[in-house]
């Protein structure tokens, strides 16, 4: 069964600071890796999707890397701004069937 | 720009009651989901359909879960006999052509069962 972990937790950096959230799956036979936002009571809005013939994807100040053979992604936020803060989710797709992450819950202080 | 359309956003039930969420998915999506999100917890994938048929479905989504798509716009979960542990956001989503496709999210309906 798919275990998807994102570490850290939570984390607070000051305003314009770069990050790096990081994501990791145990079953690295994948169709494709999602990240989404998701605001507090709120649904979850898509980032980036990556396929598993790629390597990256960018989004303006965003850019998600995948290595599928080690079972790990990381989503990179360039010059962090107060309206990122969010929590972030990394939800691994295998058969039509998604399994998430909990989350990093990320606070951008500024 | 299309998305995603839920009701009701929230809903209180009498525990062994039947609900109905109700989803309208993006118009040409052909995938369609639910996902449920207990507070505090992981969100967690119920259900996926295609072509008026169940294709995947986890084991939470058990015989008390039923989904149907009644036209050609609403998109329902069924939940029978609800129990205090159905208490959740649930999530409908659709995705284009395939399911390799981008999900995309519904606002959530979320349930309470007392």
């Known amino acids: 069964k798919q275990e998807v972990t994102q570490i850290p937790a939570a984390l607070s950096v000051p305003e314009g600071e770069n990050l790096v959230l990081n994501c990791s799956f145990t079953d690295s036979a994948i169709y494709n890796l999602q990240w989404f936002r998701q605001d507090p009571g709120k649904g979850l809005t898509s980032l980036l999707l990556?396929?598993?013939?790629?390597r990256e994807q960018t989004s303006g100040r965003l850019n998600a890397s995948l290595d599928k053979s080690s079972g790990r992604s990381t989503l990179y936020i360039a010059a962090s701004q107060p309206g990122d803060s969010a929590t972030y989710l990394c939800?691994?797709?295998?058969?039509?069937?998604?399994?998430f992450g909990a989350g990093t819950r990320l606070t951008v202080k500024p | 720009e299309p998305e995603v359309t839920q009701t009701p956003s929230h809903q209180v039930t009498q525990m062994g009651q039947e609900v109905i969420l109700r989803c309208v998915p993006i118009s040409n999506h052909l995938y369609f989901y639910w996902y449920r999100q207990i507070l505090g917890q992981k969100v967690e994938f119920l259900v996926s359909?295609?072509?008026?048929?169940?294709?995947?479905k986890s084991e939470i989504f058990d015989d008390q879960f039923s989904v149907e798509r009644p036209d050609g716009s609403n998109f329902t979960l069924k939940i029978r006999s609800t129990k205090l542990e159905d208490s959740a956001m649930y999530f409908c989503a659709s995705s284009d052509a395939t399911f390799q496709e981008t999900q995309y999210f519904g606002p959530g309906t979320r349930l309470l069962v007392l």
């Open positions: 359909f295609y072509n008026n048929e169940i294709s995947e």
């Open positions: 939800a691994v797709n295998n058969n039509n069937d998604m399994r």
């Open positions: 990556i396929q598993s013939s790629q």
